[in-house]
């Protein structure tokens, strides 16, 4: 199942079950995932259209990190420099 990098972007992914009961696979969009829960067809595509769903979207994933305080302006002023960062704060451990 070929995807163009704009829906792999966009991390939606169409799916069609039951592809068994179709008389034609012709009503199944070009980009749509076709597949058969009851006997397999089509779960390995579907698989692979993940793996590569999730490895493009990779870069937008959020994450939580710590620093020793001490330490904070050079790695925020790094994290701004190489990334983004959407929040600041500042918790001490006691």
Same mark, same amino acid.
């Given at each position: 199942a070929g995807m163009s990098e704009q829906k792999l972007q966009s991390a939606v992914i169409e799916v069609w079950n039951k592809i068994d009961l179709l008389n034609s696979m012709s009503f199944v969009p070009p980009? #749509?995932?076709p597949v058969c829960a #009851?006997? =397999?067809t089509g779960v390995d595509d579907l698989l692979q259209v993940l793996d590569a769903v999730i490895g493009a979207q990779t870069e937008k994933q959020m994450r939580t990190v710590h620093f020793p305080q001490e330490l904070m302006p050079q790695a925020m002023a790094?994290? %701004? %420099?190489? =990334?983004?960062v959407s929040e600041d704060s500042l918790t001490i451990d006691q």
């Open positions: 980009e #749509a995932i #009851a006997d =397999g790094f994290l %701004r %420099r190489h =990334g983004s």
